[in-house]
């Protein structure tokens, strides 16, 4: 079966820091785009973060901009997404997608065009 799964939230201070981690079931990386997107409760999904097949392009929101990174190694077929001087605000279920890239030119790309996604991992941020 093809899916992803997202590892690595969990409960952490402001200020703090996580890493969550996305890997595929069923399918290698290697020919993907992978996107973050997170979804707090009430609140619409929001695209954080993306990465083209090879790494060449990364995209972040300004909202969380010099805070996160995200990363991919490919020999361990993940994603990683590093987060920073966590906030409050960042509190959400974190999801993981991929897009084919064939070019290295889909990051970013429309939310429609993710073809996979994960269940999500939760992340609060809270003292």
């Known amino acids: 079966q093809v899916q992803l799964v997202e590892s690595g939230g969990g409960l952490v201070q402001p200020g703090g820091s996580l890493r969550v981690s996305c890997a595929p079931s069923?399918?290698?990386?290697?020919?993907?785009?992978i996107g973050w997107f997170r979804q707090a409760p009430g609140k619409e999904r929001e695209g954080v973060s993306c990465?083209?097949?090879?790494?060449?392009?990364?995209y972040y929101a300004d909202s969380v901009k010099g805070r996160f990174t995200i990363s991919r190694d490919n020999a361990k077929n993940t994603v990683y997404l590093q987060m920073n001087s966590l906030k409050p605000e960042d509190t959400a279920v974190y999801y993981c997608?991929?897009?084919?890239?064939?070019?290295?030119?889909?990051?970013?790309?429309?939310?429609?065009?993710?073809?996979?996604w994960g269940q999500g991992t939760q992340v609060t941020v809270s003292s």
């Open positions: 990465i083209s097949r090879s790494a060449g392009s990364t």
């Open positions: 997608a991929a897009v084919r890239d064939r070019y290295g030119s889909r990051c970013p790309a429309p939310d429609d065009d993710y073809a996979y």
């Open positions: 069923g399918f290698s990386l290697d020919y993907y785009a």
